[in-house]
């Protein structure tokens, strides 16, 4: 069950010019959090900027009761956020979403992110690969300029492909390239995305076409991330259901077999 | 001992704070956070005759103390209510209020002809929701629209009927009579306020829908503006909304003539805003030796 509480920021570290990792103490946060879940950060006490900001979970570590999450500075929400110092408390629903990502019976599994939609990621390849299971990983990334968090990322696959557009560093092309040879000689059992819409649409027709179950982390505008103003809608067909799910309670991982994006 | 009752149109509550329809579901996803037994009372989602898919996203977006929605009325009708939301909403110590939206006149009475056989202790009839393209927009934004739709509704409704009325009108002050004339038993007011917001670099709008209804604290102004004219109408009571956050904002409503008030958007940013206004409301009283609430409404003095 979701909380609503104000956090210690107790360790703040800017990875990028624009990209901050905060690790915040919670205790009944850490406790409960699963992979693919995400926060809704409160990035001021007034009114302006008025919403919360989502910002998905990136590691738990739950012996220590602490939830790390890293965010770019895109608007004045984030850079608000990103003058925060450490220390200070930070309010914070969370952890939300019921649609998270489910490994339940698969022994090898492909993951792929794009951008900053890898953050989702580390959490699920952690908790697999700890178990024993094996863990592809896809990264694709624009340019050199925006690769991030190599090593991290590293750590928990068993095996680990890095691509840029350009091809200026690590492998030359889209990931899902990579993943699509590599599955056509040694099939996964369970595929899961996260990153930009062209991406995701790429990812979840090649699970079609390869009859490979797949889940897909989405990204919608929110207003309160708590499941009352269905504002972030997406469509969600079945043979007996033809409806909007809502990304922040639904989701936001869903079966990339039923949702339309 | 200081009093926080109020009798809203025959509706007993136990303090003035109760949740703006849309901005609470049907209560469950907040009882996580909040005790919903300390709510004077819970408006529902917009609940119509059958299922509604509601508009296509994006459906949301932010504005300067506020922001603009686009939702459609996404609600699972009245039948799933019935047999879904309303028992559980029942083990709650609290007031349900439905509140029915419709595409026609003739659809507003089936829906409330269901109603009348509910458990519940009200319906607030949304007569001015901005973003149903084929609703019934001129329902709401004309004193006889008004007054025909209501009057049909109360022909087959025994409950508290509140009407709730959308700002985007020239005269609120004559359409909150024509509920009254037909027999309202209360007004709400206001809805949001029709409204736009632009991409600059794709140069179109943010909104699928183009438009959306503005809500939050950029509204509260003329929210309150609006429900002194209409307190000043009629002589039904009003529950007011429109970008209240606290207690402090909830005070300044029930000067200008709300006997009660909802949270809407306040919800959004924080799922205790509720349960921080009716906290707020007793500091108040308490700092200004205030015994009853109901001495309060409409206590505004005019310059």
Same mark, same amino acid.
């Given at each position: 069950?979701?909380?609503?509480?104000?956090?210690?920021?107790?360790?703040?570290?800017?990875?990028?010019?624009?990209?901050? =990792?905060?690790?915040? *103490?919670?205790?009944?946060?850490?406790?409960?959090?699963?992979?693919?879940?995400?926060?809704?950060?409160?990035?001021?006490?007034?009114?302006?900027?008025?919403?919360?900001?989502?910002?998905?979970?990136?590691?738990?570590?739950?012996?220590?009761?602490?939830?790390?999450?890293?965010?770019?500075?895109?608007? =004045?929400?984030?850079?608000?956020?990103?003058?925060?110092?450490?220390?200070? /408390?930070?309010?914070?629903?969370?952890?939300?979403?019921?649609?998270?990502?489910?490994?339940?019976?698969?022994?090898?599994?492909?993951?792929?992110?794009?951008?900053?939609?890898?953050?989702?990621?580390?959490?699920?390849? &952690?908790?697999?690969?700890?178990?024993?299971?094996?863990?592809?990983?896809?990264?694709?990334?624009?340019? *050199?300029?925006?690769?991030?968090?190599?090593?991290?990322?590293?750590?928990?696959?068993?095996?680990?492909?890095?691509?840029?557009?350009?091809?200026?560093?690590?492998?030359?092309?889209?990931?899902?390239?990579?993943?699509?040879?590599?599955?056509?000689?040694?099939?996964?059992?369970?595929?899961?995305?996260?990153?930009?819409?062209?991406?995701?649409?790429?990812?979840?027709? /090649?699970?079609?076409?390869?009859?490979?179950?797949?889940?897909?982390?989405?990204?919608?505008?929110?207003?309160? !991330?708590?499941?009352?103003?269905?504002?972030?809608?997406?469509?969600?067909?079945?043979?007996?259901?033809?409806?909007?799910?809502?990304?922040?309670?639904?989701?936001?991982?869903?079966?990339?077999?039923?949702?339309?994006? | 001992?200081?009093?926080?009752?109020?009798?809203?149109?025959?509706?007993?509550? &136990?303090?003035?704070?109760?949740?703006?329809?849309?901005?609470?579901?049907?209560?469950?996803?907040?009882?996580?956070?909040?005790?919903?037994? *300390?709510?004077?009372?819970?408006?529902? =989602?917009?609940?119509?005759?059958?299922?509604?898919?509601?508009?296509?996203?994006?459906?949301?977006?932010?504005?300067? $103390?506020?922001?603009?929605?686009?939702? !459609?009325?996404?609600?699972?009708?009245?039948?799933?209510?019935?047999?879904?939301?309303?028992?559980?909403?029942?083990?709650?110590?609290?007031?349900?209020?439905?509140?029915?939206?419709?595409?026609?006149?003739?659809?507003?009475?089936?829906?409330?002809?269901?109603?009348?056989?509910?458990?519940?202790?009200?319906?607030?009839?949304?007569?001015?929701?901005?973003?149903?393209?084929?609703?019934?927009? $001129?329902?709401?934004?004309?004193?006889?629209?008004? &007054?025909?739709?209501?009057?049909?509704?109360?022909?087959? /409704?025994?409950?508290?009927?509140?009407?709730?009325?959308?700002?985007?009108?020239?005269?609120?002050?004559?359409?909150?009579?024509?509920?009254?004339?037909?027999?309202?038993?209360?007004?709400? $007011?206001?809805?949001?306020?029709?409204?736009?917001?632009?991409?600059?670099?794709?140069?179109?709008?943010?909104? $699928?829908?183009?438009?959306?209804?503005?809500?939050?604290?950029?509204?509260?102004?003329?929210?309150?503006?609006?429900?002194?004219?209409?307190?000043?109408?009629?002589?039904?009571?009003?529950?007011?909304? !429109?970008?209240?956050?606290?207690?402090?904002?909830?005070?300044?409503?029930? /000067?200008?003539?709300?006997?009660?008030?909802?949270?809407?958007?306040?919800?959004?940013?924080?799922?205790?805003?509720?349960?921080?206004?009716?906290?707020?409301?007793?500091?108040?009283?308490?700092?200004?030796?205030?015994?009853?609430?109901?001495?309060?409404?409409?206590?505004?003095?005019?310059?």
């Amino acid at each position: 069950m979701a909380i609503v509480e104000k956090v210690e920021l107790v360790k703040k570290e800017q990875i990028k010019s624009d990209i901050y =990792k905060y690790s915040v *103490k919670s205790d009944k946060m850490a406790n409960q959090a699963k992979p693919g879940q995400f926060l809704e950060i409160r990035v001021t006490d007034s009114i302006e900027p008025f919403l919360r900001r989502p910002i998905s979970i990136h590691n738990v570590k739950k012996d220590e009761g602490i939830i790390e999450f890293i965010f770019q500075v895109k608007g =004045k929400g984030t850079e608000l956020l990103s003058e925060r110092k450490e220390g200070e /408390l930070i309010d914070i629903i969370g952890p939300l979403g019921e649609g998270t990502f489910n490994t339940n019976g698969y022994e090898k599994i492909a993951i792929i992110g794009g951008g900053i939609g890898i953050f989702p990621l580390y959490e699920l390849a &952690k908790q697999v690969k700890e178990s024993g299971k094996t863990v592809n990983m896809y990264l694709g990334f624009r340019n *050199k300029d925006f690769v991030i968090l190599e090593n991290e990322y590293k750590e928990v696959a068993n095996n680990f492909t890095l691509a840029t557009d350009d091809g200026s560093y690590g492998e030359n092309g889209f990931a899902i390239n990579f993943l699509k040879d590599d599955i056509s000689k040694n099939p996964v059992d369970c595929i899961y995305a996260c990153g930009p819409l062209p991406m995701l649409k790429a990812v979840q027709a /090649l699970a079609k076409e390869k009859n490979i179950p797949c889940q897909l982390s989405l990204e919608e505008r929110m207003g309160c !991330g708590m499941g009352v103003c269905i504002g972030c809608a997406v469509k969600y067909k079945t043979e007996t259901e033809d409806t909007f799910k809502r990304v922040c309670r639904e989701g936001p991982v869903f079966d990339a077999n039923i949702v339309e994006i | 001992m200081i009093n926080t009752e109020v009798d809203f149109a025959g509706i007993k509550m &136990k303090n003035p704070v109760t949740v703006a329809s849309g901005t609470f579901g049907y209560g469950r996803e907040f009882s996580e956070f909040i005790d919903l037994n *300390k709510l004077g009372a819970i408006i529902t =989602k917009g609940t119509f005759l059958k299922p509604k898919l509601g508009n296509k996203p994006a459906r949301v977006c932010e504005t300067a $103390a506020g922001m603009l929605n686009s939702i !459609g009325l996404q609600n699972p009708g009245i039948e799933y209510f019935r047999d879904n939301d309303l028992p559980w909403l029942r083990q709650f110590d609290t007031k349900i209020i439905l509140n029915v939206g419709a595409s026609c006149l003739e659809e507003y009475v089936e829906v409330c002809k269901i109603a009348n056989t509910l458990d519940i202790d009200g319906v607030e009839l949304n007569l001015s929701c901005p973003n149903v393209k084929a609703g019934c927009m $001129a329902c709401g934004t004309s004193y006889e629209g008004v &007054k025909d739709v209501t009057a049909a509704v109360r022909k087959v /409704l025994d409950k508290p009927l509140i009407v709730k009325l959308t700002p985007n009108v020239t005269d609120i002050a004559m359409i909150a009579r024509g509920a009254e004339d037909a027999g309202a038993d209360a007004i709400s $007011a206001i809805n949001t306020l029709l409204a736009m917001k632009i991409d600059i670099e794709k140069r179109r709008p943010v909104l $699928a829908n183009n438009t959306g209804g503005l809500s939050g604290p950029a509204i509260k102004p003329v929210a309150v503006r609006m429900v002194y004219q209409i307190a000043n109408a009629v002589k039904i009571p009003v529950m007011g909304l !429109g970008g209240i956050m606290n207690g402090d904002d909830a005070i300044e409503f029930m /000067l200008a003539g709300a006997k009660a008030i909802s949270i809407g958007a306040g919800n959004f940013i924080d799922p205790t805003a509720s349960i921080k206004t009716i906290e707020g409301i007793e500091n108040y009283m308490q700092r200004h030796n205030i015994n009853d609430i109901n001495s309060i409404v409409g206590a505004v003095q005019m310059n």
